[in-house]
């Protein structure tokens, strides 16, 4: 389908169809800036060009289901054509628009405290289908989106691939036109794709999920470290700040009695020690299926005070969502349990 290719793909369709190759910038206006929904509007292309476009590449788009609305966030259900079902959030910022996309059907990472990794990945979303949510949920505000983070349903790094073309497709300035610097890619640390990410020549955002400071009890709450060792996934994260210069955004949730003590704040700031980075404290979203609980307030301001004393930059995530089940960890398809 058409959302799936970048501007260099469609281009090399439009050549390899003895056509001209700026075919894919007019192409691309129509869909991304005038968002239309059906070739026979594409006015300024002939005819048979549209027809055979309508074969080859149809204009397919994730179908909106239902939304939740509460004061500065939706939640999007959309249904694919295998009727799946995956989650996308909207979140109004003072900056922007933000969304939250889903990358995967499902997630094999299995956190233990994450509900979306509950259901097994059942398959990896297509660029346009990642695509399509920011499209869909554009159309439903009538607004434009400034910010997209990655951190839906599904391990973005376990679909590489598509994940990119999406951020190719969203950031090309005949499409959404969405800056790299506002889009975040959030990973639970798969270290052969970070290197990849490391030469991308794109200025997107990294952010771990990091949630432990020690490699014991990482393995014990996040089945990845058993596979990629807090240690080399720190080496590598090193590396990338090195070979980037950008900054890296750590994500730690905060779960009772389980990460949340003064030593395990400590060992975080000693282990984060000459990175440039930034720590993002996620209050935990209790959820109706997992047993963790989220550190009170007290808790979860003293871990922040000893990051910051240790100059760690460090800010507690700002809340959103949790009423309709939309915060971090909350997304599934409540629709597949039944
Ligand atoms: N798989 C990727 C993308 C998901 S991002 C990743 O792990 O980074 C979603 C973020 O929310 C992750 O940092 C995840 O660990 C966190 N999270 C999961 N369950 C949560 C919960 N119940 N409360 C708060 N954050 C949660």
């Known amino acids: 389908m058409i959302y799936d290719l970048t501007r260099e793909e469609l281009e090399k369709y439009f050549l390899d169809n003895n056509d001209k190759k700026f075919r894919a910038e007019q192409v691309f206006k129509w869909l991304y800036q005038k968002k239309i929904k059906k070739y026979e509007e594409m006015t300024d292309i002939k005819k048979e060009t549209l027809e055979k476009l309508n074969n080859d590449l149809p204009i397919e788009r994730v179908k909106l289901v239902n939304v939740e609305r ?6 999007y259900l959309f249904k694919l054509k295998d009727n799946e079902h995956i989650e996308a959030v909207l979140m109004r910022h003072d900056y922007g628009n933000s969304i939250c996309v889903s990358s995967q059907i499902g997630c094999n990472m299995g956190c233990k405290f994450c509900e979306s990794g509950r259901r097994k990945k059942i ?54 036109a969405i800056g790299s610097r506002h889009i975040t890619i959030s990973t639970c640390g798969i270290i052969p794709k970070i290197r990849e990410f490391s030469d991308l020549d794109m200025q997107i955002n990294l952010a771990i999920s990091l949630h432990a400071p020690n490699t ?34 750590f994500e730690y949730i905060l779960l009772k009695n389980v990460n949340d003590t003064e030593i395990h704040a400590k060992e975080l700031a000693k282990l984060l020690r000459g990175i440039n980075c930034y720590v993002n404290l996620i209050p935990y979203n209790e959820t109706e299926n997992i047993e963790y609980e989220r550190s009170n307030m007290f808790q979860i301001m ?20 949790s009423k309709i ?12 349990e039944k």
Do not use: W
């Not at 660029?127 to 983070?149: A, P």
């Open 70 to 75: 509460d004061k500065d966030v939706n939640k």
């Open 123 to 176: 398959r990896n979303l297509t660029s346009g289908e990642i695509v399509t949510q920011v499209l869909e949920v554009e159309e439903d505000i009538k607004e434009r989106i400034t910010h997209v983070v990655v951190m839906g349903i599904g391990e973005p790094f376990d679909n590489y691939d598509e994940v990119i073309r999406f951020c190719k497709i969203i950031n090309d300035p005949k499409g959404l």
């Open 216 to 249: 014991e009890l990482r393995s014990k709450i996040m089945p990845i470290n058993k596979a990629y060792p807090l240690n080399d996934l720190m080496k590598e994260i090193k590396k990338y700040v090195e070979k980037t210069n950008r900054r890296v955004t």
């Open 302 to 321: 003293k871990f922040y005070d000893i990051l910051k004393k240790e100059n760690i930059n460090v800010t507690i995530r700002k809340e959103f969502g």
């Open 325 to 336: 089940s939309a915060a971090c960890g909350q997304l599934r398809s409540k629709k597949e």
